[in-house]
């Protein structure tokens, strides 16, 4: 597809457990942003990588989400031992360089994750 | 970043001109200003983004003061399908996120 694609759409986690999400960004595109987005609130941003390297984490809430681009493209963000304050959407985007002026950041849909 | 200030909510009658004003008094001269909106249950798409002249492109206008503390995101016919949260961003170094805050929820009404 054209766009980001992120995967699954929804998903349902008991607390405690752990969960996985994924991100297809735009092929080619070396900037990648995961943001989580509670209800009502604007996205805030968690991680950044450019190409395979994480280059800021400091939006990571907890040591339970870790992120990771091993191949400088697909990326997963993985939360462990999942609480109900981790309810919310995450959100991926890219862009096609790290220049602030030169490219917009394309957003995904988004995966909206619920703990019960 | 540079903070950005943006009224909550601002209503706009449908085929009329939506301006959407944003306060960043603390931008430096290397910042941009970004605009990107949110559509119910989509992720934020990008509109615009200016450094210091005024820019135009299919979707909106970017007005930016002289003194580059606030710029003015117009849409020149709103339409209903505008109804969104408009987010004004003001963007850093290279290569940095993108800081979002509450944004303005736009209603466009018929």
């Known amino acids: 597809g054209a766009g980001v694609s992120q995967s699954p759409r929804y998903k349902v986690a008991k607390r405690g457990q752990d969960v996985a999400l994924r991100c297809d960004p735009i092929?080619?595109?070396?900037?990648l942003f995961w943001y989580q987005q509670a209800l009502g609130q604007g996205p805030e941003f968690l991680t950044y990588f450019q190409n395979e390297a994480q280059l800021d984490k400091s939006g990571l809430p907890s040591d339970r989400f870790f992120a990771e681009r091993p191949e400088g493209s697909v990326s997963t963000l993985k939360i462990q031992r999942t609480q109900q304050e981790d309810s919310a959407v995450y959100l991926c985007?890219?862009?096609?360089?790290?220049?602030?002026?030169?490219?917009?950041?394309?957003f995904g849909q988004g995966t909206r994750l619920t703990v019960v | 970043d540079a903070k950005t200030t943006q009224p909550t909510s601002m209503d706009c009658a449908e085929g009329r001109a939506a301006n959407l004003p944003c306060n960043h008094s603390?931008?430096?001269?290397?910042?941009?200003v970004y605009w990107y909106r949110q559509i119910h249950s989509q992720g934020p798409q990008y509109i615009i983004h200016g450094l210091k002249n005024n820019e135009t492109n299919e979707m909106a206008s970017l007005i930016i003061t002289e003194d580059r503390k606030s710029s003015t995101l117009i849409l020149p016919h709103a339409t209903l399908r505008d109804t969104a949260v408009y987010y004004c961003?003001?963007?850093?170094?290279?290569?940095?996120?993108?800081?979002f805050g509450a944004g303005t929820i736009l209603r466009v009404k018929s």
């Open positions: 603390t931008i430096s001269g290397n910042e941009y």
């Open positions: 985007a890219s862009s096609l360089s790290p220049s602030p002026g030169d490219t917009e950041a394309f």
């Open positions: 961003i003001v963007r850093a170094e290279y290569g940095n996120k993108l800081v």
């Open positions: 092929s080619g595109h070396v900037s």
